[in-house]
């Protein structure tokens, strides 16, 4: 995983995106969360982005740790994680494999790929693999529409991407 | 005080150092004197010229020529050549690799960059390249003899209108926020561009961040606000990046925080992150989510100028407003409405997406014409196709045909075509494009993107969006269009907010200009611009030679034939993919 991030964190090790993580590691992660985004509920949004960001998506541990700091009930928090698109409240696979579906990437031949993507993993959008591989999503416009069609692979971003370069790109990631 | 008729600067940083920048200098020094040049030429150490990779480096100011790799040795030759010669030692000078820029190209004779003017050509990560470009001068000028009111009058007289996509006058907004009681007050930069297909924001948060602050700074000014939040979408990684370390060295300097330039005036600002949810683009949703709620937007009034951020007053635009507040402020309102039309001033910063040769970052002075951006700026349709449609407004906008090209683009004209400005996005379609596949299209995005509070929204994009793909289908039926007209007017005039207000937009405008389509798909079953799917057929005409090639690249074993024979493709099996047709070599495959 590269270092480049939208929060900007450190690299985390890729083998904690297991469907179950413990307790003691989602009380760090949720420590270093707020130790570094603060601790009201103005601070909701971010922590949640840097659970996500640690855990792969945020577990119902880390619900009630939450509650605990910011002193709101469970059910609100997750009514705000269940909002926003790239917090997740179910295990992802270890990546997350995000195409574009504007319209400026359809018109240039983003449904071939998109085909093509789900014919390769066999995934549906919002789904995971069984071995726990890859996560297949759709996502809004990446702003990068003058090389579309685009996809990213984790923090990596392709553009100019053609059915038939699918498989290449895949192969990359262990 | 001494004039000197020429500048030469040598790059001292420790790598150049570390390749004898220091002896350079001395050597030059020592050369100058020798020709009596000495008190003409001066030379100065400077930290940073260029990537320092074939220094030691020189600069020659004002001629802007780039010296590299010259050593001790080099400096009489070096000297002679360019000092008393007048030439330009072309053995030295730095040979560019051009790295092609695929979004912003140099500007074309239709363009006026100024929001755009420092993209590509500064170095986003320093702040003194923004300085050089007049950065900061217009902050200077305002603490320095501007009052509030004067800011604010500046602003209204410059016509300056809202660049999100309402259009709403920013003085007007700056003023109303201004007479507000209540304290604190914020200033909130919309950084949310979740537009598809427009990226303008995006790139001005990359390349030139500091007009976003400066402006930012001098909104505050002029509402009395001491503190701002720039909310940028979590797709933008590398903008909020670039913005932060642009808030860090404009705090440096003493652009941001206390007693700023020593006017008593203090602000400072943070960046906010989005997480993914297009619908807080919208300012009510957009402070929801900083206050760390769901992004839903509230009614209005009252508005954010009154009660916004924890019902605070509040000053919400766009990066691409913000941005240009510096060269207003620093050249005049006068200047800026010079340029634009009477109601629509100024310039516009538009993505141009699609089927066009030339797409990427255009910026133009509002009031041209739709003929001339399609076709002299982003010179005309690939692949020699018609056009069949501008959509203009991002998933609001409407769907404008060929007879409305020779129509000005500004806000007015826009609204009266059934669309809107919104934040720049104009994606081109060509003839293969479906019209009613591209309203399904946005509606599946809205559909996804709607934040579910208000129930015309929720629920009439569902209903709509339900008929539109049966359409597409080819499960269409009589009445689907009078229906989708009705759900369009209740949607319209019922939604909470703009998202909602404009979901119909392109379902109004492609039924108001392409109805015939939405006809074809209904009554004939049949989808003009050969897209739909569930409309369309793959067959194998007479050209065909047996070749097998189709029928062995077919991942549903749809096509059977013998070898050198017509084969056949089973219409119940195929899944229209496409495959055949583009490996078949004797065009013997047609879409019907």
Known sequence: MTAMSAVGIVEVQTDQRSATVSESRVREVVEAAVAKCGATREDLVPILTEINHALGYIPPEAFKEVSHVLHTPIGQLFSVASFYQMLSTKPRGRHLIQFCESAPCHVVGGREVWTALQDTLKLESGETSADGKWTLRTTSCLGVCAVGPVITVDEDIYGNITPQQVNGILERYE | MKYYRTHILICVDPECL???????????????????????????????????????????YPDGVHYVGMSVDDIPFLVEEHFLKGRVAKKFLLTKVEVKDEELGAPTSKEVRVVLRNCGKIDPENIEDYIAEDGY?????????????????????????????????????????????????????????????????????????????????????????????????????????????????????????????????????EVRIGAGAFVCGEETALMASIEGKRGEPRPRPPFPAVSGLWAKPSNVNNVETYANVPQIMLRGAQWYASM??????????????????????????????????????????????????????????????????????????????????????????????????????????IQDESCGKCTPCRVGTRRMLEILQRICKGDGKDGDIETLEMLCRQIKSTSLCGLGQGAPNPVESTLKHFRKEYEAHIYEKRCPAKVCKGLIRFDIIDACTGCTVCARNCPVGAITGERRKLHVIDVNTCIRCGICMQVCNFNAIVIN
């Open chain 2, 340 to 445: 634009g039309t009477e109601k629509s001033k100024g310039t516009k910063t538009f993505a141009l997406a699609g089927d066009v040769n030339h797409t990427g970052l255009i910026e133009v002075p509002l009031g041209i014409n739709m003929r001339e951006v399609v076709y002299d700026i982003a010179q005309g349709i690939k692949d020699g196709k018609k056009l069949k449609a501008v959509q203009i407004g991002g998933p609001m906008g409407g769907c404008l045909p060929e007879e409305y090209l020779d129509r000005p683009i500004d806000y007015e004209s826009l609204a009266a075509a059934g669309t809107i400005m919104g934040s720049g996005g104009l994606v081109v379609m060509d003839e293969d494009t479906c019209m009613v596949d591209i309203a399904r299209f946005f509606m599946e995005f």
């Open chain 2, 18 to 60: 570390g390749k004898g920048a220091h002896d350079i200098e001395d050597a030059l020094q020592d050369e100058l004197v020798a020709q009596g040049l000495i008190d003409e030429v001066q030379v100065l150490e400077t930290p940073r010229i260029g990537d320092c990779s074939h220094g030691p480096e020189m600069m020659v």
């Open chain 2, 137 to 269: 001068e217009a902050l200077a000028k305002v603490l320095a003899s501007y009052t509030p009111e004067k800011v604010i009058d500046e602003m209204l007289a410059s016509g300056l209108r809202g660049r999100g996509g309402a259009g709403f006058p920013a003085g007007r907004k700056w003023q109303f926020c201004r007479a507000s009681k209540a304290t604190p007050k914020f200033v909130i930069c919309n950084a949310d561009e979740g537009d598809p297909g427009a990226f303008m924001n995006r790139r001005v948060l990359e390349g030139d961040p500091h007009a976003v602050v400066e402006g930012m700074i001098i909104a505050a000014y002029a509402i009395g606000s001491s503190r701002g939040y720039i909310y940028c979408r979590a797709e933008y990684p590398l903008a909020v990046r670039t913005l932060n370390i642009a808030i860090q060295q404009a705090r440096a300097l003493g652009l941001l925080g206390e007693d700023i330039l020593g006017s008593g005036f203090s602000f400072d600002l």
